[in-house]
């Protein structure tokens, strides 16, 4: 709701009326808010908030078993629609809005708008940035009318706390339509894309290494045959390491603390991060172009080649592309998926999102916690 639009009232029948998927509110004391929306999202399930839907969450909010973050609280405001009136008897939804325009009717002030002003007005009832957020436009530290790439490099130390307090709105990076495109990516191309390749080399290297040709020498005297019955144990070397460069290139790389000086860093972290920690469940941006995904393949790919023994290399190399895969799907599931409570990626998607809105320092991995453990950057156990 816009920070100069009155709230609405409702009745506590009326709240209690929307309790489905479909139309999911709750109450923070007499505040209302329609979390329909955030139902999938949800680190604790959709069902956990369902079976208080109609009801005052308040307890729930301060725990135990889960003491929810400032950041938690701040983007539950984005879902606020209005206010408890527990003196009316009435079933309808009233808005001061209303009753100041039914006042001012009787007593013959009201006048009427013009075709333009009326047209303005529609614009902004539909413009996406009216939708789900509260962002007061006039007063935040961007405009976000604007493209926000050339603007967050100017926050300079304001940048790391308003980069980590996560909105609920579409973010535009670019100006100019065909960068901007390049900056989106729908999950499938993900799969389209790479999967071929998996399935080529895996079946290039299976075959390769069935001819009983192919030898590691370690001297001129002394050499071991690869079998083809090595090629699962490479491809899951290849997975293993990749779950390590991935741990590294989000810790290292992603979550940087660009100097406060530096317009140039701070721009470069956004764009390769930090607009996913401000727009967290922005589904355009939630795995990899396939663009800039090649560079790091590439990389990886020529590091591998130069390192190990031509085909032993390439083993290696479709197992690390095929944990790459696993990895982007993996995070888009957290983001938007909905696992069985108790099950492995229930657990990955509460220990993602305390990431996101809580321990921006911890809980780097994604796939697994496996190397969170060594690094010692492993997120408080909670439970939800």
Not at 32 to 58: C, N, Q, W
Not at 125 to 134: F, H, R
Not at 318 to 324: D, F, I
Request: proline residues 6%.
């Amino acid at each position: 709701m816009s920070p100069s639009t009155s709230p609405r009232f409702f009745t506590e029948r009326e709240v209690a009326r929307h309790c489905t998927k479909d139309s999911c509110w709750v109450l923070l004391g007499t505040r209302v808010y329609d979390v329909t929306a955030f139902l999938r999202m949800h680190p604790g399930g959709e069902a956990l908030i369902r079976t208080r839907s109609g009801k005052d969450v308040s307890r729930a909010m301060e725990g135990p078993p889960h003491r929810h973050s400032e950041n938690a609280r701040r983007w539950m405001e984005q879902y606020y629609i209005g206010e408890l009136d527990r003196d009316s008897g009435s079933d309808e939804a009233q808005s001061l809005r209303e009753r100041r325009q039914a006042s001012e009717q009787t007593d013959g002030k009201t006048a009427g708008k013009s075709t333009g002003e009326k047209l303005d007005e529609e614009e902004e009832e539909t413009s996406p940035y009216s939708l789900c957020s509260p962002v007061d436009l006039d007063n935040d530290l961007v405009d976000w009318r604007k493209p926000l790439a050339w603007q967050v490099g100017h926050l300079g130390e304001k940048y790391d706390a308003w980069v980590h307090q996560p909105v609920d709105r579409p973010i535009r990076l670019f100006g100019n339509p065909l960068m901007e495109a390049g900056t989106k990516t729908s999950w499938y191309w993900v799969p389209v894309v790479w999967l071929p390749i998996v399935f080529y080399y895996s079946w290039y290297c299976y075959t390769t290494l069935a001819q009983d040709t192919t030898r590691i020498v370690f001297t001129q005297d002394f050499s071991i045959p690869v079998h083809k019955y090595w090629f699962p144990v490479l491809f899951l070397l290849g997975w293993f390491l990749w779950s390590f460069i991935e741990y590294c290139i989000h810790r290292f790389v992603f979550h940087m603390k660009p100097p406060a000086h530096n317009y140039y860093l701070i721009t470069i972290h956004f764009l390769l991060h930090g607009q996913h920690h401000k727009s967290p469940f922005d589904g355009s941006r939630l795995v990899f172009p396939p663009g800039l995904a090649s560079l790091v393949v590439g990389a990886f790919y020529a590091i591998l080649q130069y390192l190990l023994p031509d085909i032993i290399g390439t083993c290696v190399f479709v197992g690390g592309l095929c944990g790459y895969v696993v990895y982007d799907m993996i995070h888009y599931y957290l983001h938007y998926g909905s696992p069985k409570r108790g099950s492995y990626m229930y657990s990955l998607k509460a220990y993602h999102v305390k990431h996101h809105f809580e321990h921006q320092r911890a809980g780097f991995g994604i796939t697994t916690t496996f190397w969170d453990h060594p690094f010692n950057t492993v997120i408080p156990d909670e439970k939800f």
